[in-house]
């Protein structure tokens, strides 16, 4: 009996499979020795109210440790597609970050992507969790993409820059989706243009917020953030023809709201990246824009909260080597927070921070690769951003300076 209800089993899946014009299970396995090193200083001397003060010097917080995903995100997948017929298809995607240094996260959330879409000579409807429209210039357009010490200094700054104004409950281990919607975005419907443009290609996502709305308005409750955060909506446009590839993309979310008060907060992105593949070596470049705005239904008679720009550029080169990969990116981005000038006394200096990253991939073959990261991140006025590790010390008057990282890993995927 049992070894009939096991053959049944075995046919019952066979016949889910034949249905599917193809299943494929997929991931990416990535460790690498990674360590960091944080340094701040002292920058405090005498003054008339303190003649005889001491200097710190400086403090450095370090750590060395086994990590995952620093050339590629460790992750596992399942993607499937069905033939409808009339040139439709129907495909799902569903993908989940592991944590393959300590184990601690396998497939436990599809937070990576988590889709399902509808395609054809129109193009692509796809819907679900996936990444937002203003991401991909920097996962594209950077030699290091998103990942390890060398990571898009760009994207650094912008994923804490417009964070939910009451990010969701931590779900540790797991990876948390509540905390903003710069990289990906839940509860989204997304069009994608069909692949046959003459090189022309382009996206567009709007993000539902999944929020309670009350008629009459007066019975909403007094809480924040609780009528329209987590709102996105984005496109971008691109054209890529031989060895030319520029894309504009641009990004509206939601991170807070107060209904009573009459604000609405939201991060406004926009960015435009570029490469060129001259053959012995392939350029590129981005420069972004990204604003914290709040809107005022009734602008207040002092003119309200001024916007806070943050402002960013990158230039980076990958030169192959035989079976090999030269990669190296200067970055910088700045933070102004626009504020108007004092009569008689200095203009407080915009925070800004700059990052070099060189790296080597050795590829021993087309699944599987060595690769070594080296990076310096310099912090100026105030900012503090890290390539990654324990936080800069700031308490009893230390300001962050420099952030210095490397990784050295392997990578398989299958």
């Known amino acids: 009996m ?10 019952a899946v066979a016949g889910v499979a034949s249905a599917q014009s193809s299943v494929t299970v997929f991931g990416i396995v990535d460790a690498s020795v990674t360590g960091y090193s944080n340094k701040s200083s002292d920058l405090n001397g ?9 200097n710190k010097g400086s403090v450095t917080t ?8 620093a050339y590629n995100t460790s992750r596992m997948g399942f993607r499937g597609t069905e033939d409808l017929g009339g040139g439709l298809a129907a495909g799902f995607w569903l993908e989940a970050p592991i944590s393959n240094d300590d184990g601690q996260q396998g497939i436990a959330t599809f937070a990576r992507r988590s889709t399902v879409s509808l395609s054809g000579g129109f193009g692509e409807i796809r819907l679900g969790r996936d990444l937002t429209p203003t991401v991909w210039n920097e996962v594209v357009f950077d030699p290091f993409g998103t990942n390890g010490v060398g990571a898009n200094l760009i994207l650094t700054a912008n994923a804490g820059f417009g964070n939910f104004g009451t990010p969701a409950a931590s779900t540790a281990p797991f990876t948390n989706v509540g905390t903003n919607n710069y990289i ?24 539902f917020s999944e929020k309670t709305k009350y008629s009459p308005g ?12 987590g709102r996105y909506a984005g496109g971008r446009f691109g054209y890529a023809n031989g060895p030319l590839d520029v894309a504009l993309a641009y990004g509206s979310s939601t991170i807070g709201d107060q209904f009573y008060v009459g604000t609405t907060t939201k991060i406004n992105s926009l960015n435009l ?23 005022y239904e009734v602008t207040p008679a002092a003119g309200g909260r001024r916007d806070i720009d943050l402002t960013g550029y990158l230039i980076g080169v990958t030169v192959p080597v035989g079976v090999g990969l030269i990669r190296a990116s200067y970055a910088g981005v ?18 800004k921070s700059n990052k070099l990253a060189i790296g080597y991939v050795h590829n021993l073959s087309k699944r599987t690769a060595l690769y070594a990261t080296v990076a310096r991140l310099n912090n100026k006025n105030g900012a503090a951003l890290t390539v ?11 300001t962050a300076k420099t952030s210095t990282g490397y990784d050295f890993g392997l990578r398989h995927a299958f």
């Open 273 to 295: 990246g570029a490469s060129y593949d001259f053959g012995p070596a392939k350029l590129f470049g981005e420069l972004s824009r990204a604003t914290n705005k709040m809107d």
């Open 334 to 351: 700045k933070f102004d927070a626009n504020q108007p000038s004092t009569p008689f006394a200095p203009r407080v200096a915009d925070p």
């Open 62 to 69: 370090s750590r060395r440790e086994l990590a995952n995903s």
């Open 218 to 229: 007066l019975a909403t409750p007094d809480v924040a953030n609780s009528q329209r955060q």
């Open 388 to 398: 990654g590790g324990p936080a800069f010390v700031t308490a009893g008057g230390f």
């Open 2 to 11: 049992k070894k009939s209800l096991t053959a049944l089993a075995v046919l």
């Open 184 to 207: 990906r975005a839940s509860n989204t419907v997304g069009y994608f243009l069909p692949p046959n443009l003459g090189g022309f290609y382009g996206q567009v996502m709007y993000g």
């Open 46 to 54: 005498p003054t008339i109210l303190k003649p005889f003060y001491l």
